[in-house]
C-alpha cells in the first residue's frame, strides 16, 4: 500500500488559486509600475517648476542689468551717435537672447525623456512576458 501512494502523481492545484494567484502578481506589477510613474511626474513637476522660477527671477534680473546698461550706452554716445548706440545696444540685446534660447534648448535635448524609467520597465516586462528575456529576480 506505501508503494501506491509513492507512485500516484501529486495533486494538481486548483485552477482557481493559480488564477488568483496570477491576478495578484498582475496587480502588484501594476502598482510598482504605478509607483514608478507617480513618482517621475512628480520629479518631472518639480524640474519644470524650479526651472520656470528660476527663469522668470533671471530674466527679470537682466531685464533690469540690460535696460540700465543699454541706457548708460545710449547717453553715454548722444552726442556723437545715437543713432548708432541705440543700434548696437539692441543688436546685442537680439544676440544674447538667441544664445539663451540656444542654451536652454540645448539643456532640454540633454535632459531625459519624461517617463522613460516607467517605459523602460515595462517593455523589460512586456518582453519578458512575450518569452524574449531571461525572468527576472523579484523585487524586494
Do not use: C, H
Not at 509513492?6 to 501594476?30: T, V, Y
Not at 548708460?72 to 548696437?88: H, N
Amino acid at each position: 500500500m506505501i508503494d501506491d501512494e509513492r507512485e500516484a502523481p501529486p495533486p494538481r492545484p486548483p485552477l482557481r488559486g493559480a488564477l488568483a494567484r496570477l491576478a495578484d502578481a498582475a496587480l502588484a506589477l501594476l502598482r510598482t509600475r504605478g509607483e514608478l510613474a507617480a513618482v517621475e511626474y512628480a520629479q518631472e513637476r518639480e524640474r519644470l517648476k524650479r526651472s520656470a522660477i528660476t527663469l522668470a527671477v533671471a530674466l527679470l534680473m537682466l531685464v533690469f542689468a540690460l535696460g540700465g546698461i543699454g541706457m548708460w550706452i545710449v547717453v553715454y554716445f548722444w552726442d556723437t551717435g545715437r543713432l548708432t548706440a541705440i543700434a548696437v545696444v539692441s543688436l546685442v540685446y537680439a544676440l544674447a537672447a538667441f544664445g539663451l534660447w540656444r542654451l536652454d534648448s540645448a539643456r532640454n535635448d540633454a535632459d531625459p525623456a519624461p517617463f522613460s524609467g516607467t517605459l523602460a520597465e515595462i517593455e523589460k516586462d512586456r518582453q519578458w512576458l512575450a518569452g524574449q528575456a531571461p525572468p527576472r529576480p523579484p523585487e524586494s
